[in-house]
């Protein structure tokens, strides 16, 4: 399949057969719980006559092929393989069911699963340093199917989960704060960034770290950034990377560093990590 055709593909139909329903719709618009995220009022929204998407949560859009790299964390060529296939059941829970919340983690450990620890080797994350924040989770939906991945803990108690076909938060979606009692932070989108930070230091660091999760979360996180006198913002390369740094640029009135400059030709610090 190349881009012309995957582009022809109806993605209204398409998140439908994923297992994603409509939940409003709005002239040419169809409005979703966005595929990318726990939430409670939908914001992700496709263009039936455009047929391209946009999730108002990141402030980012584009194709059907965008959506599937950015759902996927996958490549145009691996994006466009899994389009053509005739099967998209990867036995994952959907978010119909993630939305309702009727979850049931039944137990965590430290991360020894061998997909998972393969996971983290492909990204290049530091294993030990995974399984320092990290937990090994199981959990089911209302379907009798036990489900794992590598889960992040936020400040709300909820788990980021995530694995090689999964993206998503069991609870209530927050930030997670990490207050080692510095005078400096270190802010970052995303737990795999936090993880690649810590990988990529030669030697350990105190330091106090806020992970997001999302960046639609950072007017929460600015409230506390307030107290620390250097913020040092390791945000993705792309719009919502910029908005959310300005965001915290324009309102904390304190040194605000942003770290980016370090890793300008990557998309985020992973996959800095990744290609050194």
Do not use: H
Not at 30 to 38: E, T
Not at 94 to 114: D, G, P, R, V
Not at 230 to 235: L, M, Q, S, W
């Amino acid at each position: 399949m190349n881009c012309k055709t995957a582009k022809q593909i109806n993605m209204v139909d398409f998140l439908i057969r994923l297992g994603y329903q409509p939940q409003k719709t709005n002239n040419d618009d169809i409005w979703f719980f966005s595929p990318f995220r726990c939430e409670k009022t939908p914001s992700f929204k496709i263009n039936k006559i455009m047929g391209i998407w946009y999730d108002f949560g990141e402030g980012r859009g584009g194709t059907i092929i965008d959506f599937i790299m950015r759902l996927k964390q996958c490549n145009l060529k691996e994006a466009l393989n899994y389009l053509e296939s005739s099967s998209f059941s990867f036995d994952q829970p959907n978010t119909i069911e993630k939305n309702k919340s009727e979850y049931q983690i039944i137990k965590t450990k430290s991360i020894n699963n061998s997909f998972l620890v393969n996971y983290l080797i492909s990204r290049k994350l530091n294993i030990e340093i995974a399984r320092q924040y990290c937990k090994e989770v199981y959990y089911k939906f209302s379907k009798p199917n036990i489900y794992y991945g590598i889960g992040f803990k936020n400040d709300s108690g909820g788990y980021e989960i995530r694995n090689k076909f999964f993206k998503g938060c069991l609870g209530k979606k927050d930030i997670t704060t990490i207050d080692n009692n510095t005078d400096s932070i270190c802010v970052f989108e995303s737990w795999s960034d936090f993880i690649s930070y810590l990988s990529l230091q030669e030697k350990e660091i105190k330091e106090s770290y806020i992970i997001l999760n999302s960046t639609s979360l950072v007017t929460k996180a600015i409230s506390k950034l307030m107290e620390y006198s250097t913020i040092k913002v390791f945000f993705d390369n792309d719009y919502a990377g910029t908005k959310a740094f300005e965001k915290i640029k324009n309102t904390v009135l304190t040194k605000v560093v942003d770290m980016r400059t370090r890793y300008q030709n990557y998309k985020d610090l992973n996959e800095y990590l990744m290609k050194r």
